[in-house]
């Protein structure tokens, strides 16, 4: 849920790790490092930072929900059904059961927030560990495990999402697990090709020279490497992810009611359409805003990145 | 040398087939319960699920039932619905053609916008049309496209009234038509799937397109005097390749991932039969579904990569 998403969250992470390949600069003064230029630079960029504070404020809420909704999100009342956006008591409106907007969609980032990012995690472990080994090991187990992922990218994501969670049955644990197949593929071929790519590098035989053992050079000399590029790839996951996830709510795979979620929400909304549009428009304005924070976040680190081109 | 790649990636495309119908096969196994306990009534003796067991095959091993399974699928038998008693193929194919129809048409508009986006912000880069092309793709894959299907109904049928809200033509059925009445159906789901291509297709054209300019050949056709308009056919015909690939890829994720936007407008394709299929726990059926689905974005994935080779002499046929 709290991705390490903040530019010196990245420069503790694999500041200590990544060999300094940066060109040194003029005599006396320190380079930054690899991660220090590349929080430098994200900083700088208005628009990835915009954006990464509103993830950071939506985060906060999330958290917060619970003691800060000003209604009871799951309290509902016949009588107060479809208020419009700016009720006195309903700021938001209220739904098709007469209960607080603001107040679900302020829960709801929780659940939509943990089920959109949680797979993306979890596959960004899973996917490197796989990539990496196949990339770094090669040969005939590269064949194996590359051979085997082909196969999952023949289902387009959306489709292997729904097959997935469809076959297992609703729920929230369903979706993360099917999500979470989706995503291991992609990540595992951009982990693969990275590793490969710097297998063959002069650093590697260097340490190989020096004596380090084969998990020492893994740990040091690979993962610093490798993780970066793979980690912005996995942010850049997100914001599909959590489409994917709402929608697999949305479609009555995912969250159950009454737990509030945007995509669960919007899903039962669809009824109030013609009574109260904007009211029934609400959850989705949220999975938009934050898939749109998400991409912008992830596009400004990825420009950040390429410093070593 | 053509004829030898063509048949390189055959080759290579063979085990990838045959692991997707392993997974499709899987599938149904993954599910809770068996694949007959949602449509026997609760209180069915044990001599009845045996029968149905036995009907269905479901009494053999796992290995053998999807041997069986895959030869019956080899000779275009997917098995019979649960829910319908319907061969799957029929009901699949007939959902196919009207998945297709939306799919081609959202890939079309998507090509159109999306390459015009995409040459005028490469041509003009850093200009405000190259940031509207760029704020315009970001839109594209940022927007949850079940949800801009319902502000399309909410704009366009529920307030305007202009377009009809779902379905795929006026007399309630299944089959889609190129009149004038199902044109006016089609229009809202094909404009909400197309956002994606478009912002995907804009994005990639823009980055080809500021290649293409920055490479010494242009400059040397200009320098020997070339119009404008002669460079721009050396772009396009330098762009098209890649383009047209995406382009293709594009259609078969959205005829894969339609049933969202299928969902919002009930129109009657693939993605509505495999959610009527989901939520029936017709397992046969999503089976059989998937498994079209899948070997479609197979086999025009084959398309796309040979037809790029041929396209384009760069790329080598290794």
Same mark, same amino acid.
């Given at each position: 849920?709290?991705? %390490? ?33 590349? #929080?430098?630079?994200?900083? +700088? ?6 954006? #990464?504070?509103?993830?950071?404020? !939506? ?10 909704? %000003? ?27 007469? +209960? ?13 927030? *943990? ?37 999952? *990218? ?11 969670? &469809? ?43 020096? &004596? ?43 969250? +159950?009611?009454?737990? %509030?979620?945007? #995509? ?12 109260? %549009? ?8 949220? !999975? *938009? ?21 | ?5 063509? /048949? ?26 068996? @694949? ?57 194919? $007939? ?110 054209? $823009? @980055? ?42 594009? /259609? ?24 009527? @299929?989901?939520?029936? $726990?017709?397992?046969? /059926? ?24 041929? /396209?384009?002499?760069?790329?080598? $046929?290794?």
């Amino acid at each position: 849920m709290n991705a %390490p998403i903040t530019a010196s969250a990245m420069a503790l992470d694999g500041g200590v790790l990544a060999p300094s390949d940066v060109a040194p600069e003029a005599a006396f003064v320190p380079s930054r490092g690899f991660w220090g230029h590349v #929080g430098h630079r994200l900083v +700088r960029d208005p628009v990835a930072m915009g954006a #990464g504070a509103l993830i950071l404020l !939506i985060v906060v809420i999330a958290i917060l929900a619970p003691w800060i909704t %000003p209604m009871d999100p799951y309290k509902g009342s016949m009588l107060r059904r479809l208020k419009h956006v700016g009720d006195a008591t309903y700021w938001l409106g209220s739904d098709e059961l007469g +209960r607080d907007m603001i107040s679900r969609l302020m829960l709801g980032a929780r659940l939509s927030l *943990f089920i959109g990012v949680t797979p993306v995690l979890i596959a960004f472990v899973i996917g490197s560990a796989i990539g990496i080994l196949a990339g770094y090991v090669g040969g005939w187990l590269n064949t194996i495990l590359m051979r085997t992922i082909d196969v999952f *990218f023949a289902f387009p994501s959306v489709l292997l999402a729904i097959a997935l969670s &469809g076959a297992l049955g609703a729920g929230i644990f369903n979706s993360i697990v099917s999500l979470t197949c989706v995503f291991v593929p992609q990540i595992a071929r951009v982990a693969e090709s990275v590793t490969t790519g710097i297998r063959k590098r002069d650093y590697i035989d260097a340490a190989k020279l020096s &004596g380090a053992s084969p998990l020492t050079i893994m740990r040091v000399q690979v993962l610093g490497n490798v993780v970066g590029p793979i980690f912005v790839y996995a942010t850049s996951l997100i914001s599909v992810s959590m489409i994917l996830a709402s929608g697999l709510s949305f479609l009555g795979l995912g969250v +159950r009611p009454p737990e %509030p979620e945007w #995509g669960l929400m919007l899903n039962t909304l669809r009824t109030a359409i013609y009574a109260n %549009p904007v009211v029934a428009a609400l959850p989705g304005v949220c !999975i *938009f805003v934050v898939s749109i924070a998400f991409n912008l976040f992830s596009d400004g680190l990825r420009a950040a990145m390429e410093i070593r081109q | 040398m053509m004829l030898i790649y063509i /048949l390189k990636r055959l080759v290579y495309v063979t085990p990838v087939a045959f692991g997707v119908s392993l997974v499709c096969f899987m599938l149904v196994h993954l599910a809770p319960g068996d @694949a007959l306990s949602a449509v026997l009534p609760a209180d069915a003796t044990q001599e009845t699920i045996n029968e149905m067991k036995a009907a269905y095959g479901f009494d053999k091993p796992l290995p053998v039932q999807y041997l069986i399974w895959l030869w019956h699928v080899l000779h275009g038998d997917l098995g019979t619905s649960i829910a319908t008693g319907r061969p799957v193929l029929g009901e699949v194919s $007939r959902a196919v053609v009207n998945s297709l129809i939306l799919a081609s048409v959202a890939t079309v508009i998507g090509f159109t916008f999306g390459t015009l986006f995409g040459f005028v912000a490469g041509y003009h880069r850093n200009s405000v049309a190259d940031r509207a092309a760029s704020a315009l793709s970001v839109f594209g894959v940022s927007v949850p496209h079940y949800w801009l299907g319902m502000v399309l109904v909410i704009v366009f049928s529920a307030t305007l009234g202009w377009l009809p809200p779902t379905g795929a033509g006026p007399d309630g059925s299944g089959n889609w038509r190129p009149d004038f009445d199902h044109l006016r159906y089609l229009i809202l789901p094909a404009v909400t799937m197309s956002v994606i291509p478009t912002g995907i297709i804009a994005r990639t054209v $823009r @980055a080809l397109v500021a290649d293409i300019l920055a490479q010494d050949f242009v400059e040397a056709l200009r320098a020997k005097g070339m119009d404008e308009f002669g460079v721009f056919k050396h772009v396009v015909r330098n762009a098209a390749p890649t383009a047209l690939a995406i382009m293709g890829l594009q /259609l078969g994720y959205l005829l894969g991932g339609s049933i969202l936007v299928e969902t919002v407008f009930a129109w009657p394709g693939t993605g509505f039969l495999l959610n009527a @299929a989901i939520f029936q $726990r017709d397992l046969p /059926l999503l089976q059989g579904s998937i498994l079209v689905l899948a070997m479609f974005f197979v086999v025009l994935n084959l398309l796309v990569d040979v037809m790029q080779t041929a /396209l384009d002499p760069r790329i080598e $046929r290794a």
